[in-house]
């Protein structure tokens, strides 16, 4: 005889914060929500980054759910009580393309010019390293470690009934099997990020997912000021949306790769974010692969540790942590497929989850339940 499956007006296989975003959006519509994860808390991409929220250098769908993220996550901040500030970003330019670029983007709004001394000012860098550089004004940035833990004890709090340590064996858009029995569902969102192939194979393939491995590290530094907010370098100019249409980033990105083929190969994003405690994470590579190798290049951190000497007023770097972080990636920014009526299959594939994650789910959310208005009833938490 087999055991009488539990119900759910709202699945969601995965604890990452795409799938915390969903279960937010649906506790707040009033929904009976049970979020999956194989582990025993959020371990994956959602912990493993800087801590950086980059609206402002969102382009397209990327932006709108950008800035549906941004007041999700104030508003969480506030409730679930995690540390999160209204930074902005810097951005730190060392040559003269670079400032074409930012003058563009300052054109277009969003974001403020920044002379050297200015910039100095808020971040501890050599003066002769720099020409000037700019404040991108929406960004926000947290703890990720801290946030995640906190928003699954806030959620619980809620009414979201965690099951981790759970592996999921099969889903539909009505029934979701597991290691510890099944789950009928009114609606099923699988937001695994890069694991989808393991769940939805044949769906993955169609995509084109594979696996971003990426290179990063925590350090301990002395330095005669805190970084007032996340730092951004050239090398990030070329790979965010918001600047991709400026004839300066195409010239900017040639010129990079020709100067630093080296950096070039290791798909270098020299950014760096400061916590509470004054360590500093810095990073970050990326080797894109169906499964990437564990095994971590020396050489990543040693660029990362010599651009960071070449760039801040600084004598002494002492590293407290290294790691790999996974996210998916694919040809287009975000995965968000329905397979069959009622089973959503959602993700951020270009390493923007933190950034857009909480207004994909919500944006997901919306459109599930415009459709099934019976569901879509209580409270407002």
């Known amino acids: 005889m087999h055991a009488e499956a539990a119900t759910a007006d709202l699945v969601i296989v995965g604890a990452g914060i795409v799938g915390l975003g969903a279960a937010y959006a649906g506790i707040r519509r009033g929904l009976r929500v049970v979020v999956i994860d194989r582990t025993d808390r959020p371990v994956g991409a959602s912990i493993r980054n800087f801590g950086h929220l980059c609206i402002g250098a969102q382009g397209g769908s990327a932006r709108e759910f950008a800035d549906v993220s941004r007041e999700i ?3 969480l ?14 951005v730190a330019a060392q040559s003269d393309d670079e400032i074409e670029i930012l003058q563009s983007a300052a054109a277009d709004g969003d974001v403020r010019m920044l002379d050297a001394d200015e910039l100095l000012q808020n971040a501890p860098l050599r003066r002769d390293a720099i020409v000037g550089g700019a404040l991108i004004t929406p960004d926000l940035q947290t703890n ?3 946030a995640i833990s906190a928003l699954v004890a806030h959620l619980g709090s809620l009414g979201v ?20 029995g099944a789950i009928d569902a009114g ?32 350090v301990s530094v002395s330095v005669p000021r805190s970084l007032a907010a996340p730092l951004l370098t050239g090398w990030s100019l070329v790979r965010y949306g918001r600047f991709d249409a400026y004839a300066a980033t195409a010239r900017l990105r040639e010129r990079l790769h020709g100067d630093h083929p080296e950096l070039a190969a290791l798909d270098l994003n020299q950014m760096y974010t400061q916590l509470p405690d004054g360590s500093l994470i810095i990073g970050d590579s990326h080797t894109k692969a169906g499964q990437p190798d564990p095994f971590q290049p020396e050489a990543a951190f040693d660029a990362f540790l010599s651009e960071m000497r070449g760039l801040f007023d ?9 790691w790999q972080g996974i996210y998916a990636a694919a040809s287009k920014p975000f995965l968000i ?45």
Request: glycine content about 8%; charged content about 25%; aromatic content about 6%.
């Open 187 to 218: 609606v099923v969102i699988v937001a695994t990020n890069h694991d989808v192939d393991q769940l939805l194979p044949e769906l993955a393939e169609r995509a084109g997912l594979v696996r971003c491995a990426l290179d990063m590290m925590r």
């Open 144 to 146: 990720p470690r801290e």
């Open 161 to 180: 009934e965690f099951r981790f340590r759970t592996a999921v064996t099969a889903v539909s858009a009505k029934r979701v099997e597991t290691t510890r």
């Open 73 to 75: 996550w104030l508003r």
């Open 314 to 322: 600084i004598d002494r770097i002492d590293v407290l942590e290294r």
């Open 337 to 381: 497929d329905e397979p069959e009526p009622g089973l959503y299959v959602i993700a951020a594939t270009t390493g923007i989850g933190m950034t857009c994650g909480l207004g994909l789910a919500e944006h997901t959310l919306q459109n599930a339940f415009t459709r099934a208005p019976q569901l879509a009833q209580g409270g407002n938490p």
């Open 77 to 90: 901040a506030k409730d679930a009580g995690f540390w999160l500030r209204e930074s902005g970003t810097l």
